[in-house]
């Protein structure tokens, strides 16, 4: 039988962590009960949502973890576009584009 992940060790300053990298994904749930949460968050977007482990692994995980992960970028891009620190420019069709600001300005009181 096949490993469904990679146990590593992790050194975050003076302790060690040991933590299960998804081998298809490379994406480490070290915190306890972050499975859980993210596999309950998944069936509350999508109620009708059963698969396999295979299924849930390979899609409901990574499907999660980027809606989690697309939302802190989103709100991170809009602090530092507020901050003064990017600028955000309006593409055709309502898709926005972030760089550098050339010309940092102070942060709006």
Do not use: C, K
């Amino acid at each position: 039988m096949a490993a469904i992940g990679t146990r590593i060790a992790l050194a975050t300053g003076s302790r060690l962590r040991m933590t299960v990298m998804a081998e298809s994904h490379d994406v480490p749930f070290a915190n306890p009960g972050e499975v859980e949460r993210a596999v309950m968050s998944y069936l509350r977007t999508h109620p009708d949502a059963a698969d396999t482990l295979d299924g849930i692994v390979d899609w409901w995980l990574p499907q999660q973890r980027y809606e989690t992960e697309r939302a802190r970028i989103e709100s991170a891009l809009r602090a530092l576009v507020a901050s003064g620190l990017l600028r955000r420019s309006g593409l055709p069709g309502g898709t926005e584009l972030y760089a550098l600001n050339d010309a940092p300005t102070s942060p709006p009181h």
